[in-house]
């Protein structure tokens, strides 16, 4: 397989097809009966929870990488079951982890995995099928149903995030020697943390700018209100 390459047409093209899903897919079950949306909602969940649990057997079986690395504890991975569990029923709050993070996680995943190789190789198709899901996800909560974050819920959800499950996720990569979060070394590829300083002082300018990003996630809904 060829190398990944982010300016690869058969990338853009795919990552387009990708977003495009995640936004359109949920839009045809609009005036759907609430059996038929019940039904998409656990089928939804348990495609992404059978994916964060046959992605690792995958990597540790076919490709060689150890245990403690594949485990599902990257932010994509907890906003895929934080999502999955708020579809089946789940308190509000999963849901709004998986709208911050993970709209911004698995969007920039989407955009810029990363792979060693592109398309079509399984790593590539793999990456982009398990971040697809969660944006698939998220976008079918705000499509089917009544629930939206607020901005109280923003401050929340990353004053826990930077406060709470930072400094957890440091403690299990210490413990595991482990680079969950990217915290330790940068992830490999073409992506936004190439640009900041080296690791483990990436962090340090990663934290702004994630509460930047997660905020314009959020301008939207903020711009919505203000004109009603």
């Known amino acids: 397989m060829e190398p990944f390459d982010l300016l690869a047409p058969s990338h853009i093209i795919f990552a387009a097809f990708c977003i495009g899903i995640s936004i359109y897919l949920p839009r045809f079950f609009i005036g759907s009966s609430e059996k038929t949306i019940i039904i998409a909602r656990y089928v939804l969940a348990f495609l992404m929870l059978s994916h964060e649990v046959l992605d690792p057997f995958l990597k540790v ?84 149903t009544d629930e939206r974050p607020y901005l109280k819920d923003y401050f929340a959800t990353m004053l826990w995030s930077t406060f709470g499950f930072l400094p957890a996720m440091y403690t299990i990569n210490f413990a595991l020697d482990t680079n969950y979060w990217y915290l330790l070394e940068k992830p490999y590829g073409e992506n936004i943390m190439q640009a900041m300083p080296e690791a483990p002082y990436h962090i340090v300018a990663l934290i702004p700018v994630a509460w930047l990003l997660t905020y314009l996630i959020y301008v939207p809904l903020q711009l919505k209100d203000r004109n009603a």
């Open 61 to 144: 079986t076919f490709f060689g990488e150890i245990v403690k690395d594949s485990l599902p504890l990257h932010m994509c991975a907890f906003s895929s079951i934080c999502i999955s569990i708020y579809l089946l029923g789940g308190h509000r709050m999963f849901f709004l982890f998986a709208f911050f993070w993970g709209i911004a996680g698995a969007g920039m995943s989407v955009l810029t995995p990363d792979t060693l190789t592109g398309f079509p190789s399984f790593d590539y198709l793999n990456h982009m099928y398990g971040h697809t899901l969660i944006l698939l996800g998220v976008s079918f909560v705000l499509t089917l």
